[in-house]
Every structure is written in structure tokens, then in C-alpha cells.
């Protein structure tokens, strides 16, 4: 076995020399909260909190461009330009560092005496000292560097006068919101599989591992891949190729799988990590709730029962079945299956693939000679493949009869079926995720936490704030917990006012569930008779 050579950026020389993966690596590891999200929710939730404290600021976050001559907020920058002047005056420093030490200085940060109250151009200990406490709590990988986003987080800051109090009580609840996750203290270290732990059943599954992994190109790493294809094997979904490149998906899969294993939720691929996927991988390890029965579907520590309903109520809502196919209506070139994954947004394309990879001839048998048509355009463009989606319209945008028949054929097959199960894993996780964060045992619970992750994708930060502050009131008003139903109530009327959606559709489904019956889309649903949905079983295997 190979040793391990993935530090701060995995990297196998013989294999990637002169390539860009260390960049990619970094780029990604630079920032472990997320594409910025919960930093951007800090920055909305400041400007939102200044605008309440200064009703003359209605600029929103115009001002960083100039965009009025005359502006209380550019005032409070150019305060911020003299803290630099009269720290600086007559000297060459760095004004940039200069610059985010006055903004830390007016936000109350204490960077000590040297210059001007402590801004003097020199990055010194308290200045560092300082800027981590500030990144940290804004949401930013604490670098101790003035990066471009450190210094737009400390305009925003500057130009509404916030002060330390407030940045890091903002950071603090949407961060509560987002359940970032905290690395442990202290933690055994990890070590490589030794010869006598190599039994041949455990080299036999790091065989089948290393076979998932096809060519890796110049841009890859075949140690990164093996940890695609570890992640993979154990439950962990990624609609991308195993490559050996970085991604959003698998540096996510990584935080969960650290989660999952004990260790520090970094999402850095360090030698604990990597020799842990191995030692799991060895062991034919899954991931904690995600073992599917192969008969039915399920979760171990999800009832069928629950998981069923949910799948089927949902799948209703959407106008889906497992052989459900709609057109161009909505410019999307092809929808199908339970949740109507399509070709336009690209959540139709893993699907068929692992068709084609899993079951060739079935396949084959099912589109015929419009078999090769199919596998050419899974290997084509997005814009190419969206285009063949609309080629296969009718004027009035449905399927051709030709094309429909066989979609319906493959959605009635048992191995299809399996597969759409499959990838609806990542909304059952969501859906469990959401029952323990709000204490939802029963089954309509289970059901409700399903269409949100379905239909929103999460409870989005500012609803989950709305959500405790409404229970909190509620339990003081009436001097009790409330009971689940109630709290249901609170959670969906949430949902729907922070929904990107059409808001009174998105009620009117969690109000249905809630009830047990309603009308969606001008269907009638009795959900406790029809799917025998119950406050009183739990969702939880006994």
C-alpha cells in the first residue's frame, strides 16, 4: 500500500507533476464553512441590523460603490481613512493592513497603543490576535490575513458602525443556525493499516476500490480518487465521475464523514482522515443510517413504514411517480421519476448513467435502437444535452411517443427503481437531520422534514431563527412545551415566509401534511386513511 503523501494539499508527484490540483486543494480547503454561505448570511444579517439601528441608511450595500456623493455611511469610512493617515503620517507601511487595523480599532477591537490607537501599519501579535477573532466570528477561514473578503467584511462593518458586541453576537446566531460543526480537542491518531490488518478480505475490498477508479487526468490525483471511490462505496453521494479532482460534493462528503468517524469536522483531507477511509474501507464500513434494505426501502433506523408514506405523499405533491415524464414545459428539456429529476439542471444525467454503467443490457433492451442516441448525449455538453432534451419535444412541449414509452418502460423496471430510491438518500438524510434538530418523533414529523428537504432543500438560517423565537414565545405564553403539532405549525409557517418559491404553495403542502388532509394542486388528500399516516408511530426503528 502506499504511504500517505496528502498534507495540506494531496498531491502524488510522479502522477500530477506540474498540474493544479495542490490550487484547487486549497481553494477549497482556504474556506471550510461552504462557497461563503453562512459568511454571506453574517453580511446580510449585519447590514440588516444597521439598518434598523440608522433608519436614514437606505442605500443597502450601494454605498461600497459609491454609488450617492452624500452618505452617513462613506462618512464612517472616511473617518476610517484619518485613523490611517495619523498612524501612518510620513511613513512607507502597508496601507492595507493599516486599513483593516482602523476598522477592526473602531469596531472596538483592542490592537493596543503604537501609532494611532493601535493602527500603525504592522501586523503585530494583537493586530493577529485581533483579525482572528474577527474572521472567525464573520464566518471566514481565520488566515490572520487581510484577504480580499476580510477587508469587504470590514467595509460593511466600518461603513455601519457595528461593534465587536454585535459582529460576533450576529456570527454567533447564524451560526447556530447553520450547525457548524467544531473539531474535538484531543483525538487518538490514526494509523495506516499494518500487514496483519491486510487479511485478504480487507485487500480484497481496497481492490474493489482502486478498480472504481478510471483515468485520472492531468488535473487529478489518484489518491484524491481513491478517496472518491472510499467515499462512494460507504453511502456518501457524488453525481460527479470518480476524477481525482476536488469538488464542492466530496469536500462536503468529507466534513460528514469526519463527522461520522469521531473526527475534527475539518474538511481537510489530513493523514487521520485518509488512513481512516482506508481502515473503513478495509472494513466494509457504511454510513451511519444509510444501509438500504434490498427489498424495500428504508433506512435501518428509519421505518419503512414512515420512509414510505413520505417518499409516496411527496412524490404525489410533485405530480411524480417512478415512471412519471413531463416535456419542455418549463424549459428544463425532460423531467422524470419520483421527484422529476431533469436534464436542464443536470439531475436527471447521474441516473441514467448509473443505469447504463450497472445494467448495459437492460438498458439496451428497454430504448433499443435509440440506445446509442442516449448514451451519446450523456456524454455530451450540458448545453448539448439539454438541446437533444428539446429535440425529442413535441410542438406543445411532451415527450415524443417514441421516446416517452421507453422513459415509462425504464421507470417500471425494478433496477430503476432501486436506483431513484438511491439517489434520494441525501433528502432522507436531510429529512433525519431536520426531525432531531426540532424533536420530530412521529410519522407525519418524518413526513413534513421530507417535503422541506425536498421542496426547499433545508431550513434556511433566517427560518430557523424565526422558528426558535416563535416556540420560545409560544412556550412562555401558554407555560408548556408545545406539543409536536404545534411546533409543526411554527416550522412551516417559517419555511414558507423565507421560501425562493411561491410561498402559499409551499404552506398549503406543509399545512396538508400537518393536518392529514388538504388540497395540493387541486387534489384532494386524506393522508391518515390513504398512506396511514400517524402522530402516534414514531418514524424511528424500535
Not at 197 to 216: F, N, Q, V, Y
Request: charged share 30%.
Amino acid at each position: 500500500m502506499s504511504s500517505f503523501t496528502i498534507e495540506k494539499s494531496p498531491k502524488r508527484e510522479e502522477i500530477n507533476k506540474g498540474n493544479n490540483f495542490e490550487n484547487q486543494y486549497d481553494q477549497l480547503a482556504r474556506n471550510p464553512l461552504g462557497d461563503s454561505k453562512v459568511h454571506n448570511e453574517i453580511k446580510h444579517e449585519m447590514v440588516n441590523q444597521s439598518l434598523s439601528k440608522t433608519p436614514r441608511i437606505d442605500t443597502g450595500m450601494g454605498f461600497l460603490q459609491k454609488e450617492k456623493s452624500v452618505n452617513p455611511l462613506e462618512e464612517n469610512l472616511k473617518e476610517r481613512d484619518n485613523y490611517v493617515v495619523r498612524g501612518t503620517f510620513g511613513r512607507k507601511i502597508d496601507k492595507i493592513v493599516a486599513k483593516g487595523q482602523a476598522s477592526l480599532v473602531l469596531a472596538g477591537y483592542d490592537l493596543g497603543e503604537y501609532g494611532y490607537k493601535g493602527v500603525d501599519g504592522v501586523k503585530g501579535e494583537l493586530t493577529k490576535k485581533a483579525l482572528l477573532e474577527f474572521q472567525t466570528a464573520v464566518g471566514l477561514k481565520p488566515t490572520g490575513e487581510f484577504d480580499q473578503d476580510t477587508m469587504k467584511a470590514l467595509d460593511l462593518v466600518t461603513a455601519t458602525k457595528l461593534t465587536k458586541a454585535e459582529i460576533e453576537a450576529i456570527g454567533k446566531k447564524v451560526m447556530q443556525g447553520q450547525e457548524i460543526e467544531k473539531p474535538s480537542l484531543k483525538q487518538p491518531e490514526i494509523k495506516p493499516l499494518s500487514p496483519k490488518e491486510l487479511t485478504p478480505e480487507a485487500k480484497k475490498r481496497l481492490a474493489e476500490r482502486d478498480e472504481k477508479i478510471g483515468k485520472i487526468g492531468s488535473k487529478g490525483n489518484y489518491q484524491y480518487a481513491q478517496v472518491e471511490a472510499s467515499l462512494e462505496m460507504m453511502g456518501y453521494k457524488n453525481d460527479k465521475p470518480i476524477d481525482g479532482q476536488p469538488d464542492r460534493q466530496t469536500f462536503e462528503n468529507i466534513k460528514q464523514f469526519q463527522k461520522d468517524t469521531g473526527l475534527p469536522v475539518t474538511g481537510k483531507l489530513d493523514p487521520d482522515t485518509y488512513y481512516m477511509l482506508e481502515r473503513k474501507t478495509a472494513e466494509e464500513w457504511k454510513r451511519p443510517g444509510l444501509g438500504y434494505n434490498s427489498l424495500e426501502i428504508g433506512y435501518k433506523v428509519i421505518s419503512k413504514e414512515a420512509l414510505k408514506a413520505a417518499t409516496e405523499i411527496t412524490a404525489s405533491f410533485e405530480g411524480g411517480s417512478y415512471s412519471a415524464i413531463a416535456g419542455n414545459f418549463d424549459n428544463q428539456g425532460l423531467s422524470f421519476g419520483l421527484v422529476q429529476w431533469n436534464i436542464g439542471q443536470g439531475t436527471l444525467q447521474p441516473l441514467l448513467r448509473e443505469m447504463a454503467e450497472k445494467h448495459p443490457e437492460k438498458l439496451r433492451e428497454i430504448f433499443g435502437d435509440k440506445t446509442d442516441e442516449l448514451l451519446k448525449m450523456l456524454n455530451g455538453t450540458k448545453e448539448e444535452q439539454l438541446d437533444w432534451a428539446k429535440s425529442i419535444n413535441t410542438p406543445d412541449n411532451k415527450i415524443e411517443n417514441s421516446w416517452k414509452s421507453c422513459f415509462i418502460k425504464l421507470g417500471q423496471t425494478a433496477d430503476f427503481q432501486e436506483i431513484q430510491r438511491n439517489h434520494l438518500s441525501k433528502y432522507y438524510d436531510k429529512a433525519f437531520e431536520i426531525c432531531n434538530k426540532y424533536g420530530l418523533k412521529s410519522e407525519v414529523g418524518f413526513a413534513l422534514a421530507y417535503d422541506i428537504a425536498i421542496q426547499n432543500g433545508s431550513v434556511k438560517s433566517k427560518a430557523h431563527v424565526q422558528i426558535q423565537n416563535e416556540i420560545d414565545k409560544e412556550q412562555k405564553k401558554l407555560g408548556r412545551e408545545l406539543t409536536e403539532k404545534e411546533k409543526m405549525q411554527i416550522i412551516a409557517n417559517a419555511v414558507a415566509d423565507h421560501s425562493t418559491r411561491a410561498k402559499e404553495d409551499v404552506r398549503n403542502r406543509k399545512m396538508t401534511i400537518i393536518n392529514q388532509q388538504g388540497t395540493v394542486h387541486g387534489k384532494r388528500y386524506d393522508l391518515k386513511k390513504e398512506y396511514d399516516l400517524s402522530y402516534e408511530e414514531s418514524w424511528k426503528v424500535n
